[in-house]
């Protein structure tokens, strides 16, 4: 029975014991759930918050974004208004600036500029004055030309954006805003490479075969090479007919303006986009000569004794070089090596040669009767120029012209009265005859030509723009022979009449422009030699005496013997005597935001 007891008793203390420990668990389970669910609460109202938190950002970010690009749009509408008001300033100007001088035209624009102003709730716009710039001034030729910044704040809410327009306002001009401009034809010959903008009044041809002459004992021969189609990488605006000629330039027929046949007969096919341009009235270069500030015979005070100059002199007045003597011949000779300075204006009754790595500086103008050899440098003062009127002043070129005169052309017409072999020069020179540049030509201005303009083997590596102007035609060619690497020029051609150019044997590349009343390019590409070569495995393709390229296909229209590249510096740096118009044009050059 005590055992039983026990037993009972003991049963009842582990019940007892257990219903303890179920409690306790129960209490601690209690517990453990209760923090559960607040760290549960705490984890959910901090995603809670971060979500509230990341969705008020969220907006700010896409609130403060939509007023950035509301206000660049609000910036480019600024300035858009401020372009057309300055537009219409300018139109209105011409309306009465008819031989208006240089003076005159710089106190219009200043009256202007201050009415380009504005300030509304989204943008506000004006022209910045810290940031003008006069670019060329030249009284005798009336060129001005400047460059104005617009600056527009678009505005939205808190952003605030800044535009920056720059504009260049000149009287030059505007053919020579344009890599190429012709009022006629356009022939394409072969592979020629032209990025920029291109207008032709006339019609367009274009062939996947380049010409270039050569003689065969005494024959002239012309021969044409299987080549590329042109490139155009950029607007063409053509007014005429698109055309393709057949093998060896025959049977020029017309094809329609399409997108297709554009990328059919060009390498790179230029996008056609109609533009308005307004082309010279008259004739540039006859222009220019009927101007008496240009041909007049400066006066002097003082008359040099000696035409040969082997040691440097200076002259402290203007100096006259007289004929009186020269009967039979007469010919004012600077020699090598040697300066000769005039602080005045020269006027050579004679012929002028200068030897290699001579000088003439001048402080005015230069006057020069008969014809002339250039080389060295010739240096004229600020705003002036050099006058070749190539006249022969000897008796025996005299009577030698006399019969010219009377037989005609049977003389032929390629007595060049100027010769230009390595030559620095500044300023404007006007050549009343037909003109030779050979070599070296370090110029940034204009050079005149009342005749024809032969150019052979052109270097200008000085960093400005040389201007060629023709009163006749323009033939370049013999230029970088046979050369594999381009050679640079920075030079824009205007010829009244044609102008050809050949980058077959040649290979150049051409910083600038060019201008004809018709124009004719023949290219090819790559590797162009006198003896047979070979390259990729290929054997050279022969034409009459020269090998070229196999590779005319498939290499690249920038491997082109022929590029022309517009340089949009010419109308940040304008040259001396660059043709003008009396009107003020616009040309936007950059856009930017800060």
Known sequence: ???????????????????????????????????????????????????????????????????????????????????????????????????????????????????????????????????????????????????????TVGKSGGSRQTYRKTLVLTTMADVFKYELVTPGNLDLNGAAYLEGDVYVGGDLTTHNQASFKYTFFIFDRTAWVDTAYPAINGNLTLDGQLKVKDANGTN?????????????????????????????????????????????????????????????????????????????YNKFTIHHGVTI??????????????????????DGDIYIKGPAVLRGTIQVGQGRHLYIKGDETSLLGMIFDLIKDIFGDIFGDKSFVTVIDNLTFNGSMYVNGNLAVNKHLNANSAIYAKGDIDINDLNNEGGGTLILLSGRNIGMYNNNQYADTPKEINAYLYSTNQLTIYGVGSNIKINGGVFAASIELNTTKG????????????????????????????????????????????????????????????????????
């Not at 959910?44 to 896409?62: A, N, P």
């Not at 200043?110 to 670019?135: C, F, M, V, W």
């Not at 004679?350 to 003439?360: Q, V, W, Y």
């Not at 047979?532 to 022969?542: L, T």
Request: zero cysteines.
């Open 252 to 328: 020029p027929r017309t094809v329609e303006k399409t997108k297709e046949n554009l990328n059919k007969f060009f390498s790179i096919a230029p996008n056609l986009k109609p533009a308005s341009l307004t082309l010279p009235d008259n004739n540039l270069v006859n222009q220019a000569f009927r101007n008496p500030k240009i041909t007049r015979i400066p006066s002097t005070s003082h008359t040099a004794d000696d035409y040969d100059y082997e040691e440097d002199k200076t002259f402290t007045s203007s100096t006259k070089f007289d004929n009186l003597f020269g009967f039979l």
């Open 341 to 362: 300075r005039v602080h005045g204006d020269l006027v050579v009754d004679g012929s002028l040669e200068m030897e290699s790595n001579s000088k003439l500086i001048v």
């Open 1 to 151: 029975m005590l055992r039983e007891k026990e037993s009972r008793l003991f049963a009842g203390k582990v019940k007892e014991n257990r219903n303890a420990l179920k409690a306790d668990f129960t209490k601690e389970e209690k517990g453990y759930t209760l923090v559960t669910v607040l760290l549960l609460f705490l984890a959910i109202s901090f995603i809670l918050m971060s979500m509230l938190e990341l969705s008020v950002t969220s907006h700010s970010s896409v609130a403060a974004q939509e007023n950035l690009l509301r206000a660049r749009q609000n910036a480019e509408n600024g300035t858009l208004e401020a372009t057309a008001k300055l537009r219409n300033e300018i139109n209105n100007l011409n309306l009465h600036l008819s031989n208006a001088n240089i003076d005159v035209i710089k106190s219009q624009l200043n009256g202007i500029y201050q009415k380009i102003s504005a300030n509304t709730p989204e943008y506000e716009y004006k022209i910045d004055n810290t940031t003008r710039e006069e670019l060329g001034y030249d009284i005798a030729n009336g060129l001005y030309s400047e460059k104005v910044e617009i600056v």
């Open 527 to 594: 590797i162009t030699q006198e003896s047979d070569f070979s390259v990729d495995g290929k054997d050279a393709m022969r034409v009459g005496p020269l090998y070229f390229d196999p590779r005319q296909l498939t290499l690249p229209p920038t491997k082109s013997r022929l590029s022309i590249y517009y340089k949009k510096e010419m109308i940040l740096n304008p040259p001396s005597g660059i043709p003008t118009v009396n009107k003020v044009t616009i040309t936007e050059v950059d856009g930017r935001y800060e």
